[in-house]
């Protein structure tokens, strides 16, 4: 991670941290579960145009391991930002509930739903349950790669 970290932010731009950083550590993620969870990128997730839920998400993590389209249950959502994560809770709240909407649809609503925002360098861990939203009080620095991992692991359990 070291090295795509130093790229990353030599690079120092959103695309580059998602690429370098983001996409490498959540496909571990994926590689660790293998047909447990799905991992998508950059896919159109318009489920409630007219209530502003629409657009295309970074990154979301589904509990299937069907990985040739999106299927339910969605577990998680990552939002990256290029320096500014407090900038980016919004639009991934908006993101988890249009995920609950989601699930809950399809037939397989979750308990709990995550998120995250993250500028690669830095994350940040959102929680939806019902119509609360949580925020863990702790940004996680990727130099901490490992924590990181254990808590998308345990996220990819419950």
Same mark, same amino acid.
Not at 18 to 36: G, N, T, V, Y
Not at 93 to 120: D, H, S
């Given at each position: 991670?070291?090295?795509?970290?130093?790229?990353?932010?030599?690079?120092?731009?959103?695309?580059?941290?998602?690429?370098?950083?983001?996409?490498?550590?959540?496909?571990?993620?994926?590689?660790?579960?293998?047909?447990?969870?799905?991992?998508?990128?950059?896919?159109?997730?318009?489920?409630?145009?007219?209530?502003?839920?629409?657009?295309?998400?970074?990154?979301?993590?589904?509990?299937? %391991? =069907?990985?040739? $389209?999106?299927?339910?249950?969605?577990?998680? @959502?990552?939002?990256? &930002?290029?320096?500014? /994560?407090?900038?980016?809770?919004?639009?991934?709240?908006?993101?988890?509930?249009?995920?609950?909407?989601?699930?809950?649809?399809?037939?397989?609503?979750?308990?709990?739903?995550?998120?995250?925002?993250?500028?690669?360098?830095?994350?940040?861990?959102?929680?939806?349950?019902?119509?609360?939203?949580?925020?863990? %009080? =702790?940004?996680? $620095?990727?130099?901490?790669?490992?924590?990181? @991992?254990?808590?998308? &692991?345990?996220?990819? /359990?419950?």
């Amino acid at each position: 991670m070291s090295r795509y970290v130093l790229l990353a932010t030599a690079i120092n731009t959103e695309k580059a941290r998602s690429e370098w950083i983001i996409a490498p550590l959540l496909a571990e993620l994926k590689f660790q579960f293998k047909d447990q969870v799905s991992l998508f990128s950059g896919i159109e997730f318009n489920l409630d145009p007219s209530d502003g839920l629409k657009g295309r998400c970074d990154f979301i993590i589904s509990k299937s %391991g =069907t990985q040739l $389209s999106l299927t339910a249950p969605v577990m998680m @959502l990552v939002e990256a &930002k290029n320096e500014n /994560l407090i900038a980016g809770i919004p639009p991934c709240v908006a993101e988890m509930i249009a995920a609950q909407r989601f699930n809950e649809r399809k037939g397989r609503p979750l308990p709990a739903l995550y998120g995250a925002v993250t500028t690669g360098s830095l994350w940040l861990f959102l929680k939806l349950e019902g119509q609360q939203v949580f925020a863990d %009080g =702790t940004e996680y $620095s990727i130099q901490s790669a490992e924590k990181i @991992l254990g808590i998308l &692991k345990a996220i990819a /359990l419950s």
